[in-house]
Structure formats: C-alpha cells, structure tokens
C-alpha cells in the first residue's frame, strides 16, 4: 500500500538539480520518486500517462531536458520533442490526476538586448533553438502550472562548469581561459531547490525568475572560484564569445541577467548574493574533494 503522505515525482532524476532538490523534498515530509530517462522517457506520451497515474503524485517536478544549446541547433527535432511537447505531455498528464506541475526554463528565453536585469514580464525573444524550445514550454503556465527560469546552474552533485574550473586549476601548468563579454545569474542547485519546494507546494501559477542576487560575466565567476578555492585568480584568461574555438553552434545572448521580480511580489525570500552562494560551494566541493567526481 503506498504512503499516505504528499508525493512528488521527479524527472531528470539523475542530474545536479534532482539530486539537490530530492533531499529538500523529503526534507519538507514528500514522498520523493526521482526517474531518469532510463526510467521514464517523457517523450514517451504513453508511458508518461502510465507513470502519473500509477504513482498519483500531488506534484510533478520536471527537470529533464536536453540542456546542451549547441547539440539543440544540431538535433532540432529532438531539442523540441524533449524541451515543449514532452512538457505539454506531463502537463496533460498532472491535469488528469489532478497533479501541479513545476517545469524548469530559462535565461535563453532572451535576447540579451537589455541593460537591467529583466523581469517575468518583459517579452521573450530566444536567439537559439534552446530558448525557442523552453520558451514554448512556458505556454503551461496557462494550465495553471508554474515555470521557473533560472541560470547558469551549478551544485555538489553532478557535473557543472565550477567543477571544471577547479579541476583544470588544480593543475599549475593549465591555461585558463572564460569569456567575458556573457553576463547572467550564475546560481547554486542547493539554494534553488527549496524555493521550487515552496513553489510547487503552493501551486503558484506563473512564470517566476529564481536565481542568486547580483550579476556575473564567465570570466568574474571564474576569478571568484578559484579565489575561493585558494588559487590566485590572475592564472584566468578572458577571452570573447567571438574568440571561442571551435565557435559556439548556438547564440548566447549577451547580458541575461534575472530578476527575481515575482518571488518580492509574492513574499517569498530570494536567495543569496552570488559571491556569497558560489564561495559557500567551492569550499565545499574542496573540503570534499566533491568536485573530482
């Protein structure tokens, strides 16, 4: 007999923001099912329906995605299948079981053209098949359900960016090198996921920007971890976007900055300054040795 207690399902069991948001889950009393691909494809419409209804969740938490923007450019019928119409599924699918759906966008949505941070409202404009993808997604917020755009993630379990950094500075003879002509919101897994808890337990329909306060190029994030970590920041590099090589297959935009406008409106605390959040990671990840794995 299944648990009388509140259920949530999770996709995309296996990456950094599942495993940073099952445990805030089952903090909070849930009942956690966490389901990678391997478990439950969500462009499968069938087998979506099967999963929603044996489990009978009250919350659906999707967070499985094809998250790499170039291979979307490349694999575009995939890109979409897996970012809009597998989400519209799940939608359709917490709709029969009467389930709320919290579903992950992003900072892509824009076109980077802004010179302050842009709020939930301003109009989306995605450069890249990745942000066409998750801004056609957003469309079930019209249901009743919630999208959260958030940025630049990265946490103490599963593979980010800020543990590259730190693998390739352990080693005194790597050059290093970030862009720095990309500005956004970089923001850790673990201060995310209890403000999805909240988001999704209060079925608060919309569209909500969650990332960390204050703003960032690649370069100045880089600098700041290896300052956490011990390293002298001069070892980093800058280079442009125009400068990568090979060149990016998707356009990035250029300042993509969120904030956190519809968290002020609605009471809910936002997180923390990012200096302070991505400081707090990487000692972490080095008292650990976390970021080696």
């Not at 699918?93 to 709020?119: K, Q």
């Not at 352990?170 to 720095?180: E, L, R, Y």
């Not at 995310?192 to 920007?209: D, F, K, M, N, Q």
Request: glycine residues 6%.
């Amino acid at each position: 007999m299944m648990s009388s207690h509140q259920r949530v399902l999770i996709t995309g069991g296996a990456g950094q923001l599942a495993r940073a948001s099952a445990p805030a889950f089952a903090a909070q009393g849930w009942e956690v099912t966490a389901l990678d691909i391997d478990e439950l494809d969500i462009r499968d419409r069938d087998l979506v329906f099967a999963t929603v209804r044996a489990l009978r969740p009250q919350v659906v938490l999707n967070l499985a995605a094809l998250r790499d923007a170039d291979e979307c450019e490349v694999d575009v019928a995939n890109a979409w299948a897996i970012n809009d119409t597998a989400v519209h599924t799940l939608a359709d699918a917490c709709t029969d079981v009467g389930a709320h759906l919290t579903t992950i966008s992003s900072d892509y949505v824009f076109d980077g053209l802004n010179e302050v941070p842009y709020v939930e409202t301003d109009p989306a404009r995605p450069l890249s098949v990745y942000g066409e993808t998750k801004r056609a997604s957003e469309a079930v917020v019209e249901q009743g359900f919630t999208a959260v755009r958030t940025a630049w993630l990265a946490g103490r379990l599963g593979a980010n960016t800020v543990k590259t950094m730190l693998r390739l500075a352990a080693d005194p003879d790597q050059a290093m090198s970030f862009v720095n002509d990309q500005t956004g919101s970089p923001t850790v897994a673990e201060d995310l996921a209890p403000v999805l808890v909240r988001l999704s337990t209060e079925r608060r329909a919309g569209i909500y920007h969650v990332t960390t306060e204050g703003e960032a190029s690649w370069y100045e994030l880089a600098c700041h971890v290896l300052a956490s970590a011990g390293h002298d920041p001069a070892r980093m590099g800058s280079i442009t976007i125009a400068e990568l090589d090979p060149p990016r297959a998707a356009a990035r935009p250029a300042y993509s900055v969120l904030d956190n406008a519809g968290l002020r409106r609605d009471g809910i605390p936002t997180l923390p300054h990012w200096r302070e959040a991505f400081q707090r990671l990487v000692e972490d990840l080095v008292d650990s040795g976390g970021y080696l794995r």
